[in-house]
């Protein structure tokens, strides 16, 4: 046989090109393409934090029906929520009363009587219910109750008496006993008590020529312990005992009764 021609050569080639070409196309498609990468997932949103209150109230101490008390509460939000305040005391606020806030700040205030002292709660909510507590109180102190009034310095000593005493403002009125003498504050002249707790208190004694007068100062509240307490002291201005210096206790509580 002759030479192949190289028309035939170049057209042999060509066919062998193309056959390869085939091939490899078909190899690639059979390749695994890489995975494409997946969206990443979301972080996880930050926890939802309570809301930061502080309470202060004054002044510290002061008088039943007399002294105002001022109380105040500062509560910010560290997630920026809205934040709602509410004010629970025994009294004479109800439970859950709203506090309005200024700029985050709520002022409240309130005068005590015998037995509603300035004992606040204020409780913080946030808008995702998150919640703070504080709690705020401060002394009071009053004339109005039953004591046990005694020329000296010990619950025993003598004489003593018996006095029973309301306070209404600053004006005080009451009874005095000495079985069997009695004593009466006159309702025209009452006794008073100021914003110190300073009071002066006029009993009428029966077969005593003069008013039994006492001029003296509050030195703690008037509530009923476990213990006997000294609530007040002073000195007896006028009258037999003139001169003296007195105190005025608040018996602690008893089942029955005691000398």
């Not at 006095?163 to 006993?177: D, Y």
């Amino acid at each position: 046989m002759g030479r192949p021609s190289s028309n035939a050569i170049v057209v042999r080639r060509g066919l062998a090109l193309v056959m390869l070409t085939t091939f490899l196309a078909a190899c690639g498609n059979g390749t695994p393409s890489a995975p494409t990468p997946s969206a990443s997932a979301p972080a996880p949103s930050a926890p939802n934090r309570s809301p930061e209150i502080v309470a202060t109230i004054t002044p510290s101490i002061g008088i039943d029906q007399v002294t105002t008390f001022t109380a105040r509460v500062d509560v910010t939000d560290p997630d920026g929520d809205l934040v709602m305040v509410t004010l629970t005391s025994l009294c004479p606020f109800q439970k859950d009363t709203p506090v309005e806030l200024n700029g985050g700040v709520g002022v409240v205030s309130v005068k005590p009587v015998e037995k509603c002292g300035p004992t606040l709660s204020f409780m913080a909510t946030d808008s995702k219910g998150a919640t703070a507590r504080a709690d705020v109180s401060a002394e009071h102190r009053g004339l109005t109750g039953s004591f046990r009034l005694v020329i000296g310095d010990g619950f025993y000593s003598e004489p003593h008496y018996s006095i029973t005493l309301a306070q209404s403002g600053t004006l005080v009125t009451g009874t005095l006993s000495d079985y069997p003498r009695s004593g009466v504050m006159d309702p025209q002249t009452p006794g008073s008590i100021d914003e110190n707790g300073r009071f002066r208190l006029r009993f009428r004694v029966q077969t005593d020529p003069e008013e039994f007068v006492l001029s003296g100062e509050l030195i703690a509240s008037n509530e009923i312990s476990l213990g006997d307490r000294v609530m007040a002291t002073g000195r007896v201005v006028s009258g037999r005992h003139a001169g003296r210096a007195f105190t005025i206790w608040v018996p602690a509580y008893a089942l029955s009764p005691r000398d």
